[in-house]
Every structure is written in C-alpha cells, then in structure tokens.
C-alpha cells in the first residue's frame, strides 16, 4: 500500500513533442505528490508538486495531472527538449516520502 | 543563501566497516531526510530528522542510525556495512513538515561502495 507504481520504465520522444509520465499509488493517506528530475550524478531536483485539491498544475512547460478518484497522476512535459533527457521521479507524501521507480526519458534532437 | 551540501562525494569501504555520511542543510531549513537510492532505482526513505529529534523511519535495520546539530546539519551512520549497502546516499532538507515545508531539496549525494 505504501508502493507508487511508475511507467513507462523509459521514453524516447523527438524535439518538440510531449512527454507523459505517468503514476498511480494506493494510499489515500498521501496528500502532496511532487516530481523530481535527476541527471546523472546528480541529486534529484524539484520540478513541480500538486495537491490532491486541485485537478491541474502548470508551471511553465511542465503540467501536473491529477485524477484524485483513480488515484493517478501525471507528468506532461511541453516542447519536449534534449536538455529534459533525464530520469523523473514521482514520489507521494503522507507520513514519509514513496518514490517511484523513475523513467529515464530520451528526446531526440 | 546555499544549497544542500553532503561530505564525502565518494567513498569505498570493507564489508563490515563502519561509515558516517554529512550532510549540510539548506539554510532556513530545520528537517532533514535520508534516502538510499541503488543504481537504476528510486530513492528510498531511511529516516529523517525534525529539530534534532528523529521523526519518522523507514524499513532499515537499526544500524543504520543518525543524527541531527543545533545548526540543523545531519549524520548517517551506517555500521557492520554489507556489499547490498553499495548504493548513492542522499540527504534532503526541508522548511517544516506541513503544507509548502515539505518541498525537499536534495544535496548531490554521496556514492558509498562496499567491497
């Protein structure tokens, strides 16, 4: 109950189309859902977070879905560009931090 | 105003040894959090730290341990270290607890292997 499950496992996307990640968790105790991006070498960094109280979060090219009855979410990446390759994370917050299992994404210039 | 700093970038030790990682959090913040991520994995909770005191756990064996100073920096300690320790340790600090003081940011890490 405490896993946030991931897909896909890894995504290749041209220059300038969308990139969507997606998430779904299990607890209902969780109430803060953000998403990290991390290079290689690096530590992960905070792109955006939501709220279950909201259905949609932008923040530049990057958008936050959320289905609070299904309990998903997802990451939408606009203009897609070769810098964003990188691994994303989803994590959920209740008591703790649950990450996901990352998807590695590819954009192809 | 810095950002989150972790001490040493990498380290390799003998099964068996004991380790201690540091970590600096970013200035404001008075929690910390401790995550091992394993190559190609997420990273997963260890515990974290809210004003010296430990607040909540994740599923690790009690030698792993820590610590959190006045001035709100933190230790890992790692004991009798097994070749499944090998992984990147990171440390994230936080405002608060509640609401926007959940926002973590994490330090760069610090890649421990266990030979």
């Known amino acids: 109950q405490q896993q946030v499950k991931q897909s896909p496992q890894s995504l290749i996307v041209q220059k300038g189309g969308i990139s969507i990640i997606n998430c779904a968790y299990e607890?209902?105790?969780?109430?803060?859902f953000p998403w990290y991006q991390q290079f290689p070498g690096k530590g992960p960094a905070l792109l955006i977070a939501?709220?279950?109280?909201?259905s949609e979060k932008k923040e530049g090219r990057f958008t936050i879905s959320f289905n609070k009855s299904a309990k998903q979410f997802s990451l939408h990446i606009m203009d897609s560009q070769p810098g964003d390759s990188a691994t994303y994370f989803c994590?959920?917050?209740?008591?703790?931090?649950?990450f996901g299992p990352g998807t590695r994404l590819s954009v192809l210039p | 105003e810095t950002g989150v700093t972790q001490s040493p970038t990498h380290l390799i030790k003998t099964r068996g040894q004991q380790v201690t990682l540091r970590c600096s959090s970013q200035?404001?913040?008075?929690?910390v959090s401790w995550y091992q991520q394993a190559l190609g994995q997420g990273p997963q909770f260890i515990f974290q730290?809210?004003?010296?005191?430990?607040?909540g756990r994740g599923n690790f064996p009690p030698r792993f341990s820590g610590l959190q100073f006045p001035n709100y920096s933190s230790e890992l300690n790692v004991n009798a270290l097994e070749l499944d320790d090998s992984a990147l340790y990171l440390c994230?600090?936080?405002?608060?607890?509640?609401?926007?003081?959940?926002?973590?940011?994490f330090g760069p890490g610090t890649r421990l292997t266990v030979t």
């Open positions: 994230a600090s936080s405002p608060g607890l509640a609401g926007v003081g959940r926002e973590q940011y």
């Open positions: 200035s404001g913040h008075n929690t």
């Open positions: 939501i709220r279950p109280d909201v």
């Open positions: 607890n209902t105790a969780f109430d803060y």
């Open positions: 730290y809210y004003r010296e005191e430990e607040n």
């Open positions: 994590a959920a917050n209740g008591q703790n931090f649950v």
